[in-house]
Structures are given as C-alpha cells and as structure tokens.
C-alpha cells in the first residue's frame, strides 16, 4: 500500500462517507462524487487521500470491522451469566438490535473477498475473532453448569456462529417472512437444543 496522504480527520471522513454510501446502495453505488458529496469535499480530495480505490476500500472495510467486533464485546461484557452474555452476543449481530449500517456494510465488503487476498483475510479474522467470543462464552457456561456441550465447543461455536450469520444475512436481504424477533426465538431454540439449555429461549424474551 503506498504512504497514507492527508490528515488523519479527513480519511477518516472519507471511510464515513464511503461506508455510508455502501451500506445504503451497496458497492456499485460508491464512485468518487458519491463519496466527495457525502464528505463534503471536491472529488480531487478524495483522490488526494486515496489515489487508490482499493485502499479506501480496505479501510472501510477495517472500520467497520472493528467497530462491529468492539460492540458485540460490550454488549456483553458486564454479564455474569453465561446464558445471559449469550443472548447479548447474539442479539448485538442482529439488526435493529445491532447496528443495521454496520452488518449491511460488512455482508458488502464480504463481497470483495472472492477476488481479493486482502478482503478474504479481513473476513477470515472477523470469523476467529467472533468465534473466540463464542468460545469464551460457551467455555464460562460449560464450567458454570448452565450448558452442557455434546461435541467440541468449538464445533458447537461454530455452528451457532453461522446460524446467526445467516439469520441475520436475511434480515438485511429484507426477507419478510422472518422479523429480528423471530430470528432470535429461532436461534435461542437451536442453542438451547445444542446446548441441553431449556432455560435459554426464555431470557430472549423482551421485559414486560
């Protein structure tokens, strides 16, 4: 990649505004004025910044990355109970409950990883590191009594983990026959089939 140009506030202003247009019309949508116009600057200063389109790209697809990562690891970092920290987890990779932007941004950018080493990473990493979180989380309920594992837990994270990822691939895909609600009943059931934890779709429900 070659040297970065510009200030650190104006790149950052420029992934905004490029995420922006990606998530709301997807990666054919972003050209040079659709980006100027949403940061507010001339097309030739964002080729001042990003000579390079790929580059832009990667750092879109990086912010978002992070941003997505940093809050599934809040959602549920204050819960104690692993039931509980599960139905956190879940519930901060589906939108409205997540950051709907966000998960649209991430399934466009997954889009870029058949044809680019550097995107197909980026992808690779988001999954370890939202299984290491599922692992974790099974781990803490395995040793607390509340789950009970019939195969390797990472096995078990993995499947729970591409459940959700297609689930919420749906949501996005605007398929009407499922609502956030429902997707959550669905996979709350799956895990607490998986995880012989008949208490699990229960504290999906929302407060009365």
């Not at 998530?23 to 080729?47: D, E, Q, T, Y």
């Not at 197909?120 to 974790?136: P, R, S």
Request: glycine content about 8%.
């Amino acid at each position: 990649m070659p040297p970065q140009r510009g200030s650190e506030s104006s790149r950052r202003t420029l992934v905004s505004a490029a995420s922006k247009v990606i998530s709301g019309k997807g990666l054919p949508a972003l050209r040079i004025r659709a980006i100027a116009s949403h940061a507010g600057m001339s097309p030739a200063g964002v080729l001042y910044h990003y000579p390079q389109n790929v580059d832009l790209l990667l750092d879109v697809h990086k912010t978002a990355l992070d941003r997505y990562v940093e809050f599934r690891r809040k959602s549920q970092a204050e819960e104690s109970d692993p039931r509980r920290r599960l139905v956190s987890v879940v519930r901060a990779g589906i939108p409205p409950f997540a950051d709907e932007d966000v998960i649209r941004l991430l399934f466009e950018m997954g889009n870029l990883a058949g044809r680019s080493e550097a995107h197909a990473q980026l992808i690779t990493g988001l999954w370890e590191q939202e299984l290491a979180l599922y692992v974790e989380i099974l781990e803490a309920g395995q040793s607390s009594g509340d789950f009970h594992l019939g195969r390797p837990v990472t096995d078990i994270a993995a499947i729970l983990l591409g459940l959700e990822d297609g689930l919420a691939r749906h949501l996005t895909h605007y398929n009407a026959a499922l609502n956030a609600d429902r997707v959550l009943q669905l996979f709350l059931a799956a895990a607490a089939s998986e995880l012989t934890c008949p208490s699990l779709p229960g504290l999906g429900q929302p407060p009365s």
